[in-house]
């Protein structure tokens, strides 16, 4: 029997893992190991060109494919996100190149499949979900949950083993052009919905990849990849705790943050990718370098003289697999191990976390094939973009969608309204998706190709319900008096006018909003307010709706507008929400994940600062929020009764409290409230926020239902990182807000936190507990 065979250990299912791992390790070359490191993306889309800055020049000669998988081949790279190829082909495509690494290698183990999913499966004809900016606008960790479960269960049907996302980045700077890929400025709120995609996801036996560890959303000024200038309490307190919950979510891979912090690049940073994730957080799972990551410790850090010492680096700091493609832990690495400036242990301790990972996903079975399940299953090949999964697209965008302003009741819409429907965001369905979405990543590139997916524009899906003109006025960049002119005129015609403004997504420059697309200041794009302001001088009623991957500077027009809506690219279903929330079909519920800047267009504040970080007689600068963190109207809300604080003796350092809230439903249809909690610690060893969220739970009432939420509350959740870097609990008062908002609260209690200063550490609680009682 060869050691492929079916009777050797490794391939014995019936087996523990590690006894597994441990035979199959034994068995293998120091070549063989180290060509489970690193990637082979295969068909790179030419029509392209570079999918980013730097990929040709990170780029290995062109692939022999016979000789890279002669030793075998860790991972495959995008085989349905890199162009345009129909999922039966992408699956056929799948099973032929896992046929082939079996075959080569001398132990025929299969490569793990990798893909991007941050809002779905970003592929031809797969379904088109709303932008993670939206998620957090859901406040709705369930539901998010149960789309990654769909979005992971049409991956492992593909073969396809790990994804790329979620995205637990906090919100620091909204100039950032990947705002939109985050959840949003609050840690709880990006941990909570961080951890819901990644047990969703992986319940659905596809890895969930966690990015970017850590710090990526504080670079300077919002430039991408721009060096990152922040302490460690910043570093332990707003930006570690989502990768900390999505990690006790069970989270099994984790990729690397491109930028330098304090001039240590964090691919080369072992207290960091060592030291903190897995020795402080526990990690046991794998480290995927971020797309060339490693060669840009070389070319654009320059801290590595050549490929080898950034092979040797990043593997000493604690990267395991080198993605996309192969640059620099292949023949550099094996360079760097002929030298002895990598010790061979390093070796095995990346390549044993690697065949883990693959025997726990059935890819070491003597039973695994290699033709996806969905080339296998009876009749038809299924549609993936199905039912169920816009109806999950669906209610997702619904629940995002945030009224801004209502200003006397002019939402909803009265039915038989003539409506001028303007903007650039209007009549096409491209500015409902993300940067990540298929169309606007790599469809953008194909003039001509179909979308793939049903995507009704907003003018399509109001045009469905009421009489509309349409007129674009400006595109999102440029435009010109002629196009300005002609919108007004339709505004003027009308009883109503939509002005649907904000973003075009799209990578380094092709769009707005996205990766490589930051803000030098956060006024609309291009011509809009000046559109804006044209609408609004023919005395028409304005009703805007913002459809963005930011909030946007809108202090010079809010007074006047009649009402404003908000989406963050909502996805294939974003259309119909939208148009539901103004003809009213739909209560709207969302809560804004990231707060809208107030007067001055460069201010990247957000609403979590200590009390020197808010509005004060030492600054001419006011950073408050026009629109604050948590904020959202509905036509109709619960009536909230009296909110009571459960402590008989005060908050024991190492114990929990209650808050009930009870609800009403007094009106005639169905509400949805957010109950956000929020502490604040007013003589604390250091500054602390005035505002911090730590529970925000959603609840659902019936017509003339009645429900008492009990809120439990352990001590943990107001730990913090002390002077000396311990994470402590500390004594003293504690002040608790219960609201509507960050802003906006309907209750103040203070509590006495008391016992000893308590350290915390990885095991800490993360989540308050919510019960609803009749």
């Known amino acids: 029997m060869t050691d492929s065979g079916a009777a050797v250990p490794w391939r014995d299912s019936s087996l523990p893992t590690g006894e597994r791992v441990a035979d199959l390790m034994a068995r293998m070359s120091l070549r063989e190991k180290v060509a489970q490191m690193y990637g082979a993306w295969l068909n790179v889309d030419d029509t392209a060109g570079e999918v980013a800055p730097h990929q040709n020049d990170q780029a290995p000669d062109p692939i022999d494919w016979p000789e890279l998988i002669r030793h075998g081949l860790g991972q495959v790279t995008r085989v349905y996100g890199s162009a345009p190829i129909e999922p039966a082909a992408g699956a056929r495509r799948v099973g032929d190149l896992q046929r082939q690494i079996v075959a080569a290698g001398r132990f025929g183990i299969p490569a793990i499949v990798h893909e991007e999913c941050l809002t779905g499966l970003a592929a031809w004809k797969l379904p088109i979900f709303p932008a993670p900016l939206s998620w957090g606008a859901s406040f709705d960790p369930a539901l998010v949950e149960r789309m990654a479960a769909n979005i992971g269960d049409s991956m492992r049907r593909l073969g396809i083993h790990q994804g790329l996302a979620p995205v637990v980045d906090v919100a620091r700077d909204l100039r950032w052009g990947r705002v939109e890929e985050t959840i949003g400025e609050d840690p709880y709120l990006v941990g909570t919905i961080g951890a819901a995609y990644v047990r969703g996801l992986q319940s659905a036996g596809v890895i969930a990849t966690l990015k970017h560890f850590v710090g990526y959303s504080a670079s300077r000024a919002g430039r991408n990849l721009a060096p990152v200038s922040i302490g460690p309490r910043e570093l332990a307190d707003v930006l570690l705790p989502p990768f900390e919950m999505a990690l006790q979510a069970g989270a099994q891979s984790v990729m690397n943050n491109y930028s330098d912090i304090d001039g240590v690049p964090v691919a080369a940073d072992a207290s960091l990718l060592t030291d903190v994730l897995r020795g402080r957080l526990g990690f046991d799972g794998t480290v995927v370098s971020d797309y060339f990551a490693i060669a840009f410790l070389e070319s654009l850090h320059g801290v590595a003289a050549d490929r080898a010492e950034a092979a040797a680096t990043a593997l000493r700091a604690g990267i395991d697999v080198e993605l996309p493609g192969v640059n620099c832990f292949g023949g550099p690495l094996l360079k760097a191990l002929e030298a002895g400036d990598v010790d061979e242990t390093l070796i095995d301790r990346a390549v044993e976390r690697i065949l883990r990972q693959k025997c726990e996903l059935g890819l070491l079975d003597a039973s695994w094939r290699p033709d996806p399940e969905y080339l296998r299953a009876p009749g038809p090949l299924a549609d993936l973009d199905d039912a169920e999964a816009r109806s999950l697209a669906r209610a997702l965008a619904e629940r995002a969608v945030v009224l801004l302003r209502n200003e006397e009741g002019a939402l909803p819409l009265a039915p038989g309204t003539r409506l001028a429907v303007v903007g650039p965001g209007a009549g096409t369905p491209d500015s409902l998706f993300g940067c990540y979405s298929f169309p606007r990543h790599v469809g953008v590139h194909h003039p001509g190709l179909e979308m793939g997916v049903a995507a009704p524009s907003i003018v399509d899906a109001l045009g469905a319900e009421f009489e509309v003109v349409y007129e674009q006025g400006v595109p999102v960049l440029g435009g010109d008096d002629e196009g300005i002119a002609a919108a007004a005129r339709a505004a003027s015609g009308a009883d109503v006018c939509v002005a649907v403004l904000g973003d075009l997504a799209g990578l380094f420059g092709a769009g707005t909003s996205g990766e490589g697309c930051d803000a030098g200041d956060l006024r609309l794009p291009g011509r809009q307010e000046e559109l804006l302001e044209a609408l609004l001088a023919t005395g028409t ?234």
């Open 541 to 774: 009623p304005v009703v805007l709706v913002v459809l963005a991957g930011r909030p946007y500077e809108l202090s010079r027009q809010i007074d006047r507008l009649s009402a404003a809506v908000c989406a963050f690219f909502p996805g294939e279903e974003g259309a119909a929400a939208i148009a539901g929330v103004l003809s009213g079909r739909v209560n709207p519920s969302g809560r804004l994940p990231v707060g809208f800047p107030a007067a001055g267009a460069t201010q990247p504040s957000t609403y979590l600062a200590a009390p020197l970080g808010r509005r004060s007689e030492v600054s001419t600068v006011d950073p408050t929020q026009l629109f604050p963190f948590g904020h959202g109207l509905s036509y109709a809300d619960a009536t909230w009764g009296e909110v009571t604080l459960h402590s008989t003796d005060g908050w024991a350092t190492d114990g929990e409290v209650e808050l009930t809230v009870p609800l009403t439903n007094d009106t005639t249809r169905d509400v949805s409230t957010v109950i956000q909690v929020y502490a604040h610690d007013p003589v604390a060893s250091v500054a602390r926020p005035v505002r911090q969220l730590i529970a925000a739970p959603r609840v659902d009432l019936a017509p003339g239902e009645t429900r008492t939420v009990v809120v439990t509350l352990h001590a943990d959740l107001l730990s913090y990182t002390a002077r000396d870097g311990r994470r402590v609990v500390e004594p003293g008062d504690v002040e608790l807000f219960v609201g509507r908002s960050s802003a906006d609260t309907h209750t103040a209690l203070r509590v006495p936190m008391v016992g000893p200063l308590r350290e915390v550490g990885a095991s800490r609680r993360l989540h308050p507990t919510y019960t609803l009682l009749p």
